[in-house]
């Protein structure tokens, strides 16, 4: 018997349809892998065809594996003015809305899963821990497949988190704070590995910066980094220029991601232009490795398909949504998220805290008076 959709094909988003489109394609290589029998494979077929049809017909785009839909960055608040619209990629966040962007219509156009009451008691049931205070107040909002984490859990299979910081200036603010906060915690409660890249090469291919002022600032955001109090023992941190030329493990699988998605891909996810440098347009693959466990042999004794789970701002989404498509094609597990809310910048919750807006950010070599006066500045 042919699958059928589990509701109507008119009533899902966009992207909805787009990551259907992807589950179902990925259902139709498992069935012909295990060389399933003849009908079920068609009938599989014909669901992917009729998935596709209905993702045309609402998007006007072809499918295209690892590229949503153009318009996935422009978070329509339910208002006819182009001015009310909210703004989100890896590099910009901004909303006419005094009040910030609306996370809700940002889950439903991301296509991810809200973190509800169910899924935080669930959390402390499976670690005999009270939920950390940004589960219980929504500052960690949507979350990808938290729910196989949590099964594995609870069935004794090992798991590891991965996050990161692009060192853009000598010291973090405390908007970069929240996702180690919370990431120190998960590390405690479940008693797991973790890996934090510093990006550094993003900031040099990005900014007017030489790469020994990126790793400069690298090892300074490092210590930042480090005063959060992770365990010595079981946290890997690592910046791309050093580590990037030292494993072999974290290159295969920079060129087999690169291997799998093509460069109109990438131009769709990120905005990418003809007239970017190629190391911009190479540069996700960089950041999607690490949600490997095979780029880290020294740290998992070579053991692969550990399934990682990254805390990360949700600007940082269309990186891991990227991954997450590739990863079934080269053999990997996807990689689980959890999103937090940007941290508003002193101007207001139209945009977040940057380290390019001094200003707008209160860094953690911040003086009592340099924080004063920015308060001040900001009332007035």
Same mark, same amino acid.
């Given at each position: 018997? &042919? ?31 295990? %060389? ?5 494979? *068609? &009938? ?8 596709? +049809? ?31 619209? *909210? ?30 009451? *169910? ?15 940004? +589960? ?24 590891? +988190? ?68 992770? $365990? ?41 232009? $003809? ?27 070579? %053991? ?32 689980? +998220? ?43």
């Amino acid at each position: 018997m &042919a699958d059928s959709p589990n509701c109507d094909m008119e009533s899902l988003s966009p992207l909805q349809l787009f990551e259907r489109v992807t589950e179902q394609g990925e259902k139709v290589r498992a069935l012909k892998a295990g %060389k399933a029998p003849k009908d079920e494979i *068609d &009938a599989a077929v014909r669901m992917l065809l009729s998935l596709k +049809l209905s993702y045309k017909t609402a998007t006007g785009q072809d499918y295209q594996a690892g590229l949503p839909p153009r318009d996935l960055m422009s978070i329509n608040n339910g208002t006819t003015k182009e001015e009310d619209e *909210d703004f989100v990629d890896p590099w910009t966040v901004q909303t006419s809305n005094a009040k910030g962007v609306d996370y809700d219509k940002l889950i439903v156009r991301f296509g991810s899963s809200k973190i509800d009451t *169910d899924l935080i008691n669930r959390i402390e049931r499976a670690t005999g821990q009270k939920p950390h205070r940004f +589960l219980r107040r929504g500052i960690f909002f949507s979350h990808r497949d938290m729910d196989q984490i949590l099964d594995a859990y609870e069935n004794k299979k090992s798991f590891y +988190l991965y996050t990161g910081r692009g060192p853009s200036s000598q010291a973090m603010h405390v908007g970069h704070l929240i996702p180690f906060i919370f990431t120190k915690w998960l590390q405690e409660v479940f008693d797991v590995p973790l890996v934090i890249q510093l990006t550094d090469d993003e900031k040099y291919l990005w900014k007017d910066l030489t790469t020994e002022k990126a790793y400069e600032y690298a090892r300074e955001n490092a210590k930042d980094i480090i005063a959060c109090g992770f $365990d010595i023992n079981k946290t890997f941190i690592f910046s791309d220029l050093d580590y990037l030329g030292t494993s072999t493990g974290f290159y295969k699988n920079i060129v087999k991601v690169q291997k799998h998605v093509t460069f109109n891909q990438v131009k769709g996810i990120f905005g990418f232009t $003809d007239s970017d440098c190629i190391g911009k347009i190479s540069f996700p693959a960089i950041q999607a490795a690490p949600s490997f466990s095979s780029s880290f042999p020294q740290i998992f004794n070579g %053991k692969e398909n550990i399934q990682c789970l990254i805390p990360c701002a949700i600007d940082q989404d269309p990186y891991f949504r990227m991954t997450r498509d590739v990863a079934p094609r080269i053999g990997q597990p996807k990689p689980a +998220l959890m999103h937090s809310v940007f941290f508003p910048a002193l101007q207001g919750a139209q945009t977040k805290m940057s380290a390019s807006d001094p200003n707008s950010s209160i860094f953690l070599t911040d003086t009592p008076k340099q924080i004063k006066t920015k308060v001040r500045t900001c009332k007035t």
